[in-house]
C-alpha cells in the first residue's frame, strides 16, 4: 500500500515552497494557490519570503499591477534588493516606463555594485530588452 501523502500543513516549510514553485514552473494555478495558502497560514504575514512568492505568483499570473506594489513594498523594507528590483523593472519596462525601470536598476547597481544580474539586467537596456 503507498504511504498517505502528508497533508501541506505537516510538511516543512522549505519543502512547501518548493511545492509551491513547481506549481508555479509547470502552470499548476490550483496547486500553486493551495501551497501559497498553506504558507501564509504558516508565516508571519510581513515575512520577507512570503511578500517574495505573493508577488511572484501575481507576476505568474498576470497580474503586473498587483506584482510591481509587492515588490515597491519590498524595496521599502530592502532598498536595492537584486530580485525586487529586476522583477519591478521588468514590469515596468512592459508597462512602457522605461525611464522608471532604469531607475530602478540603476539604485539597485548603486547599492550592489558587483552584481553580475543588475549589470545584466542594465545592459539589457543598451540592447532594447526587456530586463
Known amino acids: 500500500m503507498p ?3 502528508k497533508p501541506a500543513e505537516e510538511m516543512p516549510i522549505e519543502q512547501r515552497y518548493a511545492s509551491f514553485m513547481q506549481a508555479l514552473r509547470i502552470g499548476d494555478k490550483t496547486a ?10 504558516a508565516l508571519p504575514a510581513d515575512s520577507l519570503s512570503l511578500q517574495r512568492m505573493e508577488a511572484w505568483y501575481l507576476l505568474q499570473d498576470g497580474q ?3 506584482a510591481a506594489e ?17 522583477n519591478l523593472a521588468s514590469i515596468l519596462v512592459q508597462t512602457g516606463q522605461r525611464e522608471a525601470a532604469r531607475q ?3 539604485e539597485a547597481r548603486r547599492m550592489h555594485p558587483d552584481s553580475e544580474d543588475l549589470r545584466n539586467a542594465l545592459a539589457g537596456f543598451s540592447k532594447g530588452k526587456t530586463p
Open 3 to 5: 504511504a498517505a501523502k
Open 64 to 66: 503586473a499591477n498587483a
Open 32 to 41: 500553486a494557490e493551495s501551497h501559497l495558502a498553506s504558507l501564509r497560514r
Open 70 to 86: 509587492k515588490y515597491r513594498a519590498i524595496l521599502e523594507r530592502v532598498p536595492g534588493d537584486e530580485e525586487a528590483s529586476i
Open 104 to 106: 530602478v536598476l540603476d
